[in-house]
C-alpha cells in the first residue's frame, strides 16, 4: 500500500454514485479528508449521509466513483483486504450498539482481544484506562448496558471505538438522544480523543450545535453531491443559499424538502 504522503489525502472520494432502484442517492461524490482531520458532512434527512459512511466502510456496495484510503482504492480491494481495512476503521454509531449481554468492561475491551488478540488481563487493564479517558469511573465496568445512562452508554462506546487505535474514526449523529448539555460533554471528548490520538474523523449529522463543536471542516450534502465545504468558522458566511437556509433551519429557500423515504 502507498505510503501517506502531504498529497494524498488520508480518504479521496470522487464520483461516488449509489442508487437504490429509480432514487438516486449519492450522484458523484466528491470529497477529501486529510490525516487527522475532522470533517462533518451535514444534510437533511434522507439526503444520504448514511448511505456515504456505509459506501466508504464496505458495509454498502457504491455503484461506481472510487473511495480510496491512503491513496489505495477500497472499491477494488479483495474481500480479505477490505476486511484489513476496516480493522483500522472505527464506527461510532448512533445507538452505540453496545453488546447487552456484556459488562461495559468487557465491551470496551471486546476489540482488544477479538480483532487484536490482546490478553483479557492485559485488555480489561486498557479498557479501564479509556473509560478513565471518557470519565467513566471503573466501577461502571461491571455494569451493564441496560444499567446506565445513555450519557455514558455514549461513553462507554467511545472508550470502546477508540481501544483499538483506528486510524480513521465514522461518527454517525454522535449527540442523537442526548440532552444539550450531555451532547456538549460527548462532542468535547470526541474532540479531546480524537485531537489526542491524531485521528481522522467524518462525523455525520443534521445537529448544527454539534457540527460546529466537532468539525474542523463541514461539507454539506444535498441532492447527491457536496454542494459547499469550507473551515467551520466560514460558514456562517458560506455565501451558499443553501447553506445558509440550512444552518438557520428556514422554511423558505431553495432547498427541496424530502417528505418521504423511497
Ligand atoms: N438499504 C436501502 N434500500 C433502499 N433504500 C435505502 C437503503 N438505505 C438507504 N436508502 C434510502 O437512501 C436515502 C438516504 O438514506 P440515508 O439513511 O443515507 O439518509 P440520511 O441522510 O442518513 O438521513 P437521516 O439523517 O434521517 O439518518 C433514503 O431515501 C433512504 O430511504
Redesign the pocket.
Known amino acids: 500500500m502507498a505510503e501517506p504522503t502531504a498529497a494524498i489525502p488520508k480518504i479521496r472520494i470522487q464520483g461516488l454514485t449509489k442508487s437504490?432502484g429509480a432514487?438516486h442517492?449519492l450522484r458523484g461524490l466528491d470529497l477529501d479528508i486529510a490525516e487527522a482531520e475532522s470533517v462533518v458532512v451535514i444534510?437533511g434527512?434522507?439526503?444520504?449521509?448514511?448511505?456515504?459512511i456505509k459506501c466508504i466502510t464496505g458495509l454498502m456496495d457504491a455503484d461506481g466513483g472510487t473511495v480510496e484510503i491512503d491513496g489505495a482504492d477500497v472499491l477494488k480491494m479483495t474481500p480479505a483486504e477490505q476486511h484489513g481495512m476496516m480493522n483500522r476503521f472505527g464506527l461510532l454509531f448512533q445507538a452505540g450498539a453496545l453488546f447487552d449481554s456484556l459488562s461495559v468492561l468487557e465491551n470496551v475491551a471486546f476489540g482488544l482481544v477479538e480483532a487484536q488478540g490482546v490478553p483479557r488481563a492485559k485488555a480489561n487493564k486498557m479498557a479501564l484506562d479509556f473509560m478513565a479517558q471518557v470519565g467513566l469511573e471503573p466501577s461502571v465496568g461491571a455494569m451493564y448496558p441496560a444499567e446506565i445512562s445513555v450519557g455514558m452508554r455514549k461513553r462507554a462506546s467511545l472508550a470502546r471505538t477508540i481501544a483499538t487505535h483506528p486510524d480513521v474514526v465514522f461518527f454517525d449523529?454522535p449527540t442523537t438522544g442526548l440532552d444539550p448539555i450531555m451532547g456538549d460533554i460527548i462532542d468535547e471528548l470526541i474532540v479531546k480523543c480524537v485531537k489526542e490520538l491524531k485521528i481522522t474523523a467524518l462525523t455525520?449529522t443534521?445537529d448544527m450545535d454539534s457540527a460546529r463543536r466537532v468539525g474542523d471542516r463541514i461539507a454539506m450534502l444535498y441532492d447527491g453531491k457536496i454542494i459547499w465545504q469550507g473551515p467551520t468558522s466560514e460558514i456562517d458566511n458560506s455565501g451558499n443559499p443553501y447553506v445558509h437556509q440550512f444552518i438557520n433551519g428556514l422554511e423558505e429557500g431553495p432547498i427541496e424538502l424530502?417528505t418521504r423515504?423511497?
Open positions: 437504490f432514487k442517492v444534510g434527512s434522507g439526503t444520504g449521509k448514511s448511505v456515504l449523529e455525520i443534521h424530502v423515504r423511497a
